[in-house]
């Protein structure tokens, strides 16, 4: 048992011990990185707290693994030949983030602006990087339609959950940084942004659909 409080601190501490010492290399530090998302993944699996319904729940943990799985190998990914291993790991905790979004639907008019926000994201996105895609035109560009997918899911989720398509939202912008660094231009303080702003998501969206039912 955890309480809601006690989790955002631990998630936060262990989330700023991995931000704090980046891009430093050294033993352990994929597991660190993936630590913040693995201590969710074991909080949803090991506690008996959550209203959820069991479909929900086992597709919120398996979103949830294969982001850890994503961090394990962009972390260790020093010569490109993991990357598209992290990116097809991403790719799958996205399918299965949005079709857990869809098990509850109903559109509002309120769901328009946000839906608007995520297709421009996603159309300015593709204009900017392009061009530096090179052979990984199709995987990226398949990643930024799966990601557009995840964010309209979470837009017409019902109820309208403006925490889940806030944390949505910001996964997108968490990805946007890292294309546009490999493929178009330099970001500073590149990981920062992209860390700060990917833990933060994955904790805006697991909270959004445990709706804070941790007792």
């Known amino acids: 048992m955890i309480s809601t409080p006690l989790l955002i601190i631990a998630f936060t501490l262990m989330a700023a011990a991995y931000i704090t010492k980046q891009p430093e290399k ?3 530090h994929a597991l660190i990185k993936a630590a913040p998302i693995l201590l969710l993944a074991a909080v949803l699996f090991f506690s008996n707290s959550f209203q959820l ?6 597709l919120l943990l398996g979103s949830l693994l294969f982001s850890a799985a994503g961090d394990i190998f962009l972390a260790l990914d020093e010569d490109d030949s993991l990357f598209v291993w992290g990116l097809g790991s991403f790719f799958i905790a996205h399918v299965i983030y949005g079709i857990n979004f869809l098990q509850s639907t109903g559109f509002q008019t309120a769901a328009i602006v946000p839906i608007v926000i995520i297709l421009l994201l996603g159309i300015v ?11 990984l035109k199709i995987p990226v560009l ?3 339609l799966v990601s557009v ?3 309209i899911a979470a837009a017409i989720h019902a109820p309208l959950n403006w925490l889940l398509i806030a944390g949505t939202i910001v996964f997108m912008l968490s990805d946007s940084v890292i294309a546009v660094e490999k493929f178009w231009r330099s970001v500073p303080y590149r990981d920062f942004w992209v ?6 998501a994955q904790i805006l ?3 959004a659909l445990t709706h804070e039912m941790i007792v």
């Open 53 to 58: 319904p069991s479909m929900v729940k086992y």
């Open 149 to 151: 997918f995840m964010g």
């Open 142 to 144: 398949a990643y930024i």
């Open 205 to 207: 969206i697991f909270l």
């Open 125 to 135: 996105l593709t204009t900017k990087i392009w061009p530096g895609l090179g052979e």
């Open 26 to 28: 050294y033993f352990g």
């Open 195 to 200: 860390m700060s702003t990917y833990y933060l």
